[in-house]
């Protein structure tokens, strides 16, 4: 089959589990559209507002490896379905904070319920996608984070400043109710046929790697020892650290340092998400077809956030963050698309899921880390500017170490 040739079943998959991530992005973003608001409301300082930030991913980070390892063992549809319930109950309850004890503990259970998300779908995407297939797959799936970005920038400013924060985190926690719905009809195993095709892939891929359906201490063991994984992991610590420090910051950067209203900023957040939801499946798409290996185009892009970064951190005319703001969106956001693929290509087929999670661990320990370094050095410097450009260095850093991993050429159809 062509390679971007999708069947209905394939893109009825592509398009819930899509949906399932943009909500979830959607959720745990409409903490930082709204900040500026927020913060006011509630007394909170910059860097107390960094630490709510820091509280989800925290929260994220405690969960993304088990919520790999529980797709694995019940099933990415149950685990889906479980997590949407979750996320919407606790953005609903958001809309009732009164202090920093009690936001700091719900956006650390969003985080907690948002966790098993990201393993999930890819899991699923591992089982009704072929191996040159999931390129222009995962860079679809992965531009949901950048329309997430688009989409609570365009509607949770203007509703948090015209009716109020609280009313901003119900509207948000109404959406995931409709997805709901859709995965519980279209979220299922492939049929026999494609199932009989993955089996043949898992058997092959055990025999060369030597794996198979073992304990999950073995199971971890086998994970640790690939070098391949080991990079992907080290890579998206520094980079999807960087990534979400930098989307989470934007707004708090444009507002405090530049002098806009938060709707505006918002609004240069939803050109910066446009640009990288155009980026993301571009990219995977490219990958697919260009006679390049899938690390090596990844480390370029990478390394390319880094002055992209620094352009607009550099940016003082606020007319002009309508140009540097879609520039940061695709180098913020284009490696995803690739890493992620990456990750789906390394893993043994029976682990995708606690793959997806153990490398994902990585990236929300360097996603907790980068607001609260952004608010140390605020505090040490009192710059926006220089807070931002102090972690342009990082993807530099995640770039290099895409260079070491090894890759099979994989000659298959869906």
């Not at 319930?85 to 969003?110: C, E, H, K, Q």
């Not at 985080?111 to 393993?119: D, I, K, L």
């Not at 989307?247 to 530049?258: C, E």
């Amino acid at each position: 089959m062509n390679r971007l040739s999708f069947s209905r079943t394939q893109i009825l998959i592509l398009l819930s589990v899509w949906l399932t991530f943009l909500l979830s992005f959607v959720m745990r973003l409409s903490w930082s559209s709204v900040m500026p608001i927020l913060n006011e409301a509630l007394h909170f300082t910059a860097k107390m507002g960094a630490q709510h930030i820091s509280a989800f991913y925290f929260g994220y980070a405690l969960t993304v490896l088990p919520g790999g390892i529980l797709a694995d063992k019940i099933g990415y549809r149950r685990t889906i379905l479980f997590s949407l319930i979750g996320m919407a109950a606790v953005t609903a309850l958001m809309s009732t904070i009164t202090d920093y004890n009690m936001a700091w503990g719900l956006r650390f259970l969003l985080g907690v319920m948002s966790g098993p998300v990201q393993a999930s779908c890819l899991s699923a995407i591992g089982d009704h996608f072929g191996p040159n297939q999931r390129g222009a797959a995962v860079g679809i799936f992965m531009s949901c984070t950048s329309f997430g970005i688009t989409t609570v920038n365009l509607y949770a400013p203007y509703v948090a400043t015209h009716y109020g924060w609280q009313t901003a985190f119900l509207a948000t926690a109404i959406l995931p109710l409709a997805v709901l719905v859709l995965c519980y009809f279209t979220v299922r195993k492939p049929s026999a046929e494609i199932m009989a095709q993955r089996e043949a892939e898992a058997s092959e891929a055990a025999a060369k790697l030597g794996v198979g359906q073992t304990s999950l201490k073995e199971n971890l063991k086998h994970i640790l020892s690939n070098r391949n994984i080991r990079c992907l992991a080290i890579a998206g610590f520094f980079a999807t650290g960087t990534t979400w420090g930098v989307t989470q910051w934007a707004n708090l950067y444009m507002v405090k340092q530049l002098g806009v209203t938060a709707i505006y900023a918002g609004q240069v957040m939803s050109v910066f998400g446009t640009a990288a939801l155009i980026a993301k499946p571009t990219i995977g798409i490219l990958s697919d077809i260009l006679p390049i290996k899938k690390n090596h185009l990844a480390a370029l892009v990478m390394f390319l956030f880094a002055p992209a970064l620094i352009v607009f951190a550099s940016t003082s005319n606020p007319n002009m963050l309508f140009i540097t703001g879609p520039i940061l969106g695709i180098g913020a956001f284009m490696h995803s698309a690739l890493t992620n693929a990456l990750v789906v290509q390394s893993a043994a087929p029976h682990l995708r899921g606690t793959t997806a999670g153990f490398v994902n661990l990585f990236n929300q320990i360097g996603a907790l880390l980068a607001p609260l370094l952004l608010g140390n050095v605020l505090v040490m410097t009192g710059s926006y500017q220089m807070s931002l450009m102090s972690i342009a260095i990082a993807p530099i850093i995640g770039a290099c170490v895409l260079f070491f991993i090894r890759l099979n050429n994989v000659k298959a159809s869906n």
